[in-house]
């Protein structure tokens, strides 16, 4: 797991050399970096994808390559997306099959479609903790265009992705992956395998669009319905839901006195299409 979005450029920092490269590239604590040093769990994280349905596979956050160099066995075309200017350098200089595939730009700001235009592909990753949950909302943006998604995420975070309802770390993410991902919790990778160890264990997960991932209710609402729910978690329905100025007789319904977690993704669904008539 490499945390590699930040402000600042590359400044001082550790050297980390990757176990079978001749080249080393700076932990910068500044960006909260930690490199990945296993190779056998490089290979699990690259194994995560069925590289069926697309022709291409975007990795977030490379590094020195230790996933890179699995994904490049691939019968896929594979491409980069790195912000960290040594890191950059490094995967140019060891890395030959990159070469004009390497962007070095930060991804929640970048418009991918100048890469990969209309056609789908795959994200994977060691995805930066500080960021993680920004990289999925980004991805839910972009879901016409992305069938799979997996990679490693701090493993609180990446259980409460694929949680159910009923539970107290079902949330927002939850509820908004699930309407159009299937959400599956692979495996629990301890801090021992990266260098620098992170303080927390990490987690890998994979996320499979649905084949029909279009909702029967306005999308644009059910976004803001959830988000609005969750904001209030500890409140019922009727009360979260406020803003929305929902007439007295509508609130009456059973829906509204329950709590966000205790609602389903087809129940949220439900929530939605009450409230689309009267919604401003």
Known sequence: MKKKYGKNRPGKGQHFKNEDSQGEVRAKKHLGQHFLKDENVAEK????LTYQGYDYVLEIGPGMGVLTKYLLKKDID?????????SVIYL???YP??????HEKDFLKYDISEVFGKDQFAIIGNFPYNISSQIVFKMLELRDFIPEFSGMFQMEVAKRICEKEGSKTYGILSVLVQAFYEAEYLFTVPPTVFNPPPKVDSGVLRLTRKEDFSLPCNEKLFFRVVKTAFQQRRKTLRNSLKIFDLPEDIKEDSIFGLRPEQLSVARFIELTQKIEPHAV
Request: aromatic share 0%.
């Open 45 to 48: 994280i690259a194994e995560t």
């Open 78 to 86: 594979v491409h980069v997306i790195e912000i960290d200017t040594e």
């Open 97 to 102: 099959p990159l070469h004009g595939k390497i």
């Open 92 to 94: 140019n200089e060891h």
